[in-house]
């Protein structure tokens, strides 16, 4: 399951200075730099009241909580490429609680008590790349109450043993976390940047990740996690 934690090697953390596309001129605006608001629906004509035939009702319009959380999701100027790898693609999309205890969790009994007790409703995840193979996830999970959110950010939380934090502006009681982990892999190390937050009922998780056979130059990218992270509370938080 991708969750924040990351156990640091021996090896001093430099906070990412390099340039991207979020970060080289002043933040953009959400309808500058995404394209998740939805169009708004045509009604269609009520029918003419008549002495015999009632006028049918109109439709309420979607409001921003009954959206698809795909909507939602932030879109990266820099995370422009899909997956390639079958891992990514069996999981990524929506999800209730049968699929994420399959297919997302790795406490799945775990999990499941957790997510019932929350009140949660459903969720999404994508996974996109750069093209120089960093890697970019997004949770969302929506709950039944702003309560719900915050237990089970904190519940999460607790599952893992953390890095070193970082600051996001702009974002209050936000959770962060980073470091350099080894890999499976004898000669494949990865630095990942997490950010936690909640807004509304609500809660996102975005992880920044990069990987390299050694570690000369590998650090997290603190600041692009931050600067994706406030475009997505901009999104949620218009979104009501």
Known sequence: MMRAGFALLAVPLLVSCGGSAELSAPPPTVSATTSVTPAPRASAPAATPSRHVSPRPTAPSVTPRQD???RLLVRSATFTRTSSRDWDRQRVGPFDVERFVSKLSGTPEEDRRLLARTGFVRGYVSIRMSSDDRRLVVYLYRFRSHEGAVT?????????EHGDTF??????????DSGLKKKS???LFTAGANVNFVVGNVLAQVTVTESSETIDGLRPDTRLAAAISNLQHELLEAAG
């Open 167 to 176: 600051t996001v502006r702009g974002i209050s009681r936000t959770w962060t």
């Open 68 to 70: 698809d959380l795909a």
């Open 185 to 187: 892999s004898p000669t």
């Open 152 to 160: 089970l950010q904190n519940r999460f939380w607790g599952q893992y």
